[in-house]
């Protein structure tokens, strides 16, 4: 639920910027933002504040709120694994370059697999747990926006650089 609200500031939020900022709007720099943004919030957000912490400190609940069995030591894993890659989200608003590629790319492989498993929890468990059922749209959301966004940086960066 939440995960929908993130995915979908990662775009108004960018969009809004632009809109207020005097900076010309050139491809690269709009496609930049736009994935600025999504790294920062799709990966960072949902990775550290919204993942590593209701599965760390509160396994029990967040396993429940999945439509999960509470008691798992898979939580503990699951949930270093997103504040891994929720630190290389936030990491992105200093480090640009290969690393945006290297974090777009591993957070929507992984996004993909996440999705996939809540599907077939879905479906083989009829699982409609929220953070079950609802992340289908949003992890399924951030990996192809992730990728789109990646695709057009690499497509129109090396035509149309504005530096900023």
């Not at 930049?32 to 990775?47: E, F, H, N």
């Not at 609802?134 to 992730?146: K, Q």
């Amino acid at each position: 639920m939440i995960g929908i609200i993130v995915a979908l500031l990662s775009v108004l939020l960018p969009l809004a910027h632009l809109a207020l900022s005097k900076v010309p709007r050139t491809r690269a720099r709009v496609v930049r933002l736009l994935l600025l943004y999504a790294l920062v919030l799709d990966v960072g957000v949902i990775g550290l504040p919204l993942g590593f912490v209701p599965h760390v400190f509160f396994p029990d609940q967040t396993a429940r709120s999945i439509g999960w069995p509470p008691g798992s030591p898979f939580q503990f894993e699951v949930g270093f694994h997103d504040g891994a890659w929720g630190l290389l989200g936030f990491l992105c608003i200093w480090i640009g370059g290969s690393f945006w590629l290297a974090t777009g790319l591993g957070w929507s492989f992984f996004m993909i697999g996440a999705t996939y498993g809540h599907v077939m929890q879905t479906v083989r468990t009829h699982d409609y747990a929220p953070y079950n059922f609802l992340t289908i749209f949003s992890d399924g959301f951030i990996a192809f926006w992730l990728l789109l966004l990646l695709y057009l940086r690499h497509r129109w960066d090396a035509n149309d650089h504005d530096g900023k």
